[in-house]
């Protein structure tokens, strides 16, 4: 056999010495080829640096980092990502199965087995730890029909075949039994074993820290809740860049993040002043997806003012704020004609630029708004565009801002979230909606770490991330929102945000892949 053996590491400096001869001691003799595959993650105690070395010294080492501690769970899953053989070990890197013992159990890996898990023969872990594993086990079989004994030994031998089906999402101890279900529902041959389990003689546990049973808890509640909603599987995500054609930073920003990042579409502003240079880096860029991006604020009206008098100001200018615009609406001082008016000609204006557009969505956000919506919806038929954006946003994420930033986002989300009801009702217009949406809490403020942190929290199905990447933060002083335009195009061509898509698996897509598949086209 060719055997991968999976280390995930986080402050084991103490152990890591023999890491490698006691590796070389189970595979004597048993493996053909082997190799190490050690996961670095976000160590204070100089343990990247150890393994660095021991990769530079030996061929069959392979070292990977995390630039931050983002759990046992992501560290396992980037090991998995990267082994190579054909069979995968995981195990911890303090040994908590000898190398005898490891030898024997990896014998009984038989052709009609697909994966091989132990389970602890002894244990030497406290009466606390004995009642947390009892009770786990069993809310894992209640949950999950799971039938084993030991979920969390770390001892899971499988096939590469039976782990490239898979994209574990769990960053925290519940990858143990994330793995082990969703290798039971794709049908695969699961054998149990008992294994003598050695105490760690170095390091420090936090296996039974209460950050760790609340994580488990957290994500065990959401696997749950991913199955229920039948979203497991592949993950597409479209991450789209807004305000394309607002001005030139805006337009070379967004250019930027697609030629050198993760931006997959990007949504065309039609009364943007920089539109027609938008539309030439689309034009030479056939691969970057396109939305309209439906206008009614700040900005200056594509259609003749006179023509949609209820929109624009004396100056002939839209609603200086998107609270000015609810404002009047709400008090019956919006005609839905002008409205209609408008969105046609912005619209009209994309395409008469000789540009295909997959996706519509609204600056703001307030294509959602009742009365608007249908609207939104019946030019979206007419010009044959077939999808639109949802903004509802799943769950909440640490958004970035003041406390008064965080209450306005609040309200807005509390808004959407009333109005996105509406779009459920679009079924006869045969629009796709994306099942998530992110970028509600963050907008304008991703960083690399939150942007990584939730490419790497996307539970599954079809899920968009709107962001606002520009090249100068000086577009503030003229559009006062609060961006960190240049901010947010750092993250998205970061290596942290490159690596979190490759160790998440996701897929990067568009509205426009999406809606062939869907079609069979």
């Not at 991006?293 to 209820?310: D, F, K």
Request: aromatic share 8%; charged share 25%; glycine share 8%.
């Amino acid at each position: 056999m060719t055997l991968s053996f999976v280390y995930p590491i986080y402050n084991e400096i103490e152990n890591l010495p023999r890491l490698l001869p006691e590796t070389e001691r189970i595979a004597s003799g048993l493996a053909a080829d082997f190799e190490l595959v050690l996961v670095d993650d976000g160590s204070r105690d100089g343990s990247g640096a150890f393994i660095d070395k021991l990769a530079a010294e030996d061929s069959r080492v392979r070292s990977f980092h995390h630039t931050r501690n983002r759990g046992l769970g992501a560290a396992i899953s980037t090991g998995l990502a990267h082994a190579s053989k054909e069979l995968v070990l995981y195990m911890d890197s303090d040994f908590p199965v000898g190398a005898d013992e490891a030898r024997e159990a990896i014998r009984q890996f038989t052709p009609d087995c697909d994966m091989l898990i132990g389970f602890r023969l002894g244990r030497a872990e406290g009466p606390r730890r004995e009642i947390m594993s009892w009770t786990y086990n069993r809310m894992i079989r209640w949950s999950f029909g799971l039938r084993v004994t030991d979920v969390n030994f770390a001892f899971k031998l499988l096939r590469r075949s039976l782990l490239q089906k898979m994209r574990p999402r769990s960053e925290g101890s519940f990858i143990d039994a994330e793995l082990l279900i969703e290798a039971t529902r794709l049908g695969a041959r699961v054998k149990e074993i008992g294994i003598q389990y050695h105490p760690r003689v170095a390091g420090v546990s936090t296996a039974a820290s209460n950050k760790v049973v609340v994580g488990i808890l957290n994500e065990m509640w959401r696997y749950w809740r991913t199955r229920r909603d039948n979203a497991v599987g592949p993950a597409g995500v479209i991450i789209n860049a807004d305000d394309f054609g607002l001005c030139e930073a805006v337009n070379l920003g967004v250019a930027t993040a697609f030629d050198r990042g993760v931006v997959t579409s990007a949504s065309l502003l039609p009364t943007g002043e920089a539109f027609a240079q938008a539309a030439e880096l689309a034009r030479s860029r056939p691969e970057l997806d396109l939305g309209v991006h439906l206008c009614l604020t700040q900005t200056a009206p594509v259609s003749a003012p006179e023509t949609i008098p209820s929109l624009v100001d004396h100056r002939g200018m839209l609603p200086p704020t998107w609270s000015a615009f609810v404002s009047r609406y709400l008090r019956g001082r919006i005609r839905r004609r002008d409205v209609e008016t408008e969105m046609r000609a912005q619209i009209e204006r994309v395409r008469q630029a000789n540009l295909s557009v997959s996706h519509v969505d609204g600056h703001q956000h307030l294509h959602m708004l009742p009365g608007i919506l249908p609207v939104v919806a019946d030019l979206a038929h007419e010009y044959e565009i077939g999808a639109l954006r949802y903004p509802r946003q799943k769950r909440d994420q640490a958004a970035i801002g003041g406390l008064a930033r965080l209450r306005r986002r609040a309200a807005v989300k509390a808004l959407l979230t009333a109005c996105s009801f509406g779009a459920r009702g679009l079924s006869s217009k045969r629009l796709l909606i994306a099942d998530d949406f992110r970028g509600l809490t963050e907008a304008g403020h991703w960083d690399s770490d939150t942007l990584a942190r939730t490419v790497a929290d996307i539970d599954g199905g079809l899920t968009e991330i709107c962001c606002h990447p520009g090249t100068d933060n000086a577009i503030g002083e003229r559009f006062p929102w609060g961006y960190q335009w240049e901010q947010e195009l750092t993250a998205l061509t970061s290596a942290e945000v490159a690596a979190a898509v490759a160790e998440s698996r996701v897929t990067l897509t568009t509205y426009r892949d999406s809606l062939a598949r869907s079609t069979g086209a």
